[in-house]
C-alpha cells in the first residue's frame, strides 16, 4: 500500500498531486486541499481546523484531543485572565463539549531558560518568539459527531514525523516525502506558510533538525518493512507521477 504524506517546506506544491495514493498532511495544509489525513499537534491550528468546519467532514489527527462533556470553563478562563494568558475560544453554538488545551506564560518560561541552560549558542530572542506563539488558553466547542482521532503516540514530535509514524502504523508498505525540506538555524525559516495566521513570522530563522532526524530514525526502525522515498532527493516529481498513476 503506498502513501504520500506532504510536509509544509517551501518545495510543496500547493495543488494536491492527486494519483491512487493514501494522502497525509500536517497542519495547515487543508488551507489548499483536502487530505486523506490531517496532521496537527499545534493547539492554535488544530483550533482553526476545526473552527473552519474541516474537521467535521475529514480525517483528522490531534494531539492532546480529549473532549470534556458539559464542561464549566468559567473558572479556567478567570484563571488564565488572571495569569496574564489569553484565552482563545471558538462559539460554542448549541454545543455542550469542548477540548481545552493551553501554554502558559510559566512554563514557556521554564522550557526557554532550560533550553538556554544547555545551548546558550542559541539565539534567546529567537528562541522566544518560537516558544511564546503558542501562549494561551485554547477552548473549542465541539460537535458530537467529528472525524477527528486523538493521537496516543508518538507524543511531541514534529507534525511531519508525527504523520510518517501514523501512515506506518495504518499499514503503508511505501511512503512518498514530499515537502520534508529541512531547515537549517543559520538560514531563514522554510516554511510554505510563514508569516501567515499561526504561524512564525517570515524573518524567524530555521531550526535545528536533530529532533527531527531522531524522530525520523525511530520510525526508519521501528517499520523497516517500510520503503521510504524522499521527493526531491530519492526520486523526481515526474518519478512520483509515474509511481502513483
Known amino acids: ?26 497542519n495547515a495544509i487543508y488551507r489548499d486541499f483536502r487530505v486523506d489525513n490531517l496532521v496537527s499537534i499545534d493547539y492554535n491550528i488544530q483550533q482553526e481546523i476545526y473552527e473552519s468546519e474541516y474537521a467535521l467532514t475529514n480525517k483528522c489527527w490531534f494531539s492532546d484531543w480529549s473532549v470534556l462533556p458539559y464542561f464549566d470553563t468559567s473558572i479556567i478562563k478567570s ?42 549558542q542559541l539565539d534567546k530572542d529567537d528562541l522566544r518568539k518560537k516558544l ?59 516554511n510554505i506558510y510563514k508569516g501567515s495566521k499561526n504561524y512564525l513570522t517570515a524573518d524567524s530563522r530555521g531550526f535545528n533538525t536533530t529532533n527531527w532526524d531522531n524522530q525520523f530514525k525511530l520510525v526508519q526502525k521501528e517499520f523497516s518493512n517500510v520503503q521510504f522515498y524522499k521527493v526531491g532527493t530519492d526520486l523526481t516529481y515526474e518519478e512520483l507521477y509515474n509511481s502513483i498513476r
Open 132 to 190: 511564546e506563539k503558542d501562549i494561551g488558553l485554547y477552548i473549542t466547542w465541539v460537535a458530537e459527531e467529528d472525524m477527528v482521532e486523538n493521537i496516543d503516540y508518538p507524543k511531541g514530535w514534529s507534525a511531519g514525523n508525527t504523520a510518517l509514524y501514523l501512515a506506518c502504523q495504518s499499514g503503508a508498505e511505501e511512503v512518498y516525502m514530499c515537502g520534508f525540506d529541512g531547515s537549517n538555524y543559520s538560514e531563514p525559516l522554510n
Open 79 to 120: 484563571i488564565s485572565v488572571r495569569d496574564n494568558n489569553p484565552v482563545y475560544e471558538t462559539k460554542q453554538f448549541n454545543r455542550n463539549s469542548c477540548v481545552v488545551q493551553g501554554t502558559t506564560i510559566d512554563s514557556v518560561q521554564r522550557v526557554l531558560s532550560e533550553i538556554l541552560t544547555f545551548n546558550p
Open 1 to 26: 500500500m503506498k502513501h504520500l504524506v506532504y510536509g509544509n517546506g517551501e518545495s510543496r506544491p500547493r495543488t494536491s498531486i492527486g494519483g491512487d495514493i493514501i494522502s497525509w498532511g500536517c
